[in-house]
């Protein structure tokens, strides 16, 4: 059985940093692409930044290109996403998601807020 659970997040000032969590079980990073999707109130879900060990590619959203990034450890099973020069609108929660043929796996979430 897939499971995902993402942490750290919590409230931090404009310009700070977060570094995101996403531990995982019951899957290999080879065989999955990862990704980091959040979403505001009121908004739809926007996807952040993904990872792929299979064909080697990260993507990353125009909105957090050079501040984001997504890595993976892949010998404690575990998805980051660090969070550098942080803003008010990136205040979502942030999911992290596996996808293996089709199928998608979602974590339940964590609460991350940027004030002003």
């Known amino acids: 059985e897939v499971q995902l659970q993402a942490s750290g997040g919590g409230l931090v000032q404009t310009g700070g940093s977060l570094r995101l969590s996403c531990a995982t079980s019951?899957?290999?990073?080879?065989?999955?692409?990862m990704s980091w999707i959040r979403q505001a109130p009121g908004k739809e879900r926007e996807v952040v930044a993904c990872?792929?060990?299979?064909?080697?590619?990260?993507y990353h959203a125009d909105s957090v290109k050079g501040r984001f990034t997504i890595s993976d450890d892949n010998a404690k099973n575990t998805l980051y996403l660090q969070m550098n020069s942080l803003k008010p609108e990136d205040t979502a929660v942030y999911y992290c998601?596996?996808?293996?043929?089709?199928?998608?796996?979602w974590g339940q979430g964590t609460q991350v807020t940027v004030s002003s």
């Open positions: 990872i792929s060990r299979s064909d080697n590619t990260q």
């Open positions: 019951g899957l290999t990073f080879d065989d999955y692409a």
């Open positions: 998601n596996a996808v293996h043929w089709g199928t998608s796996y």
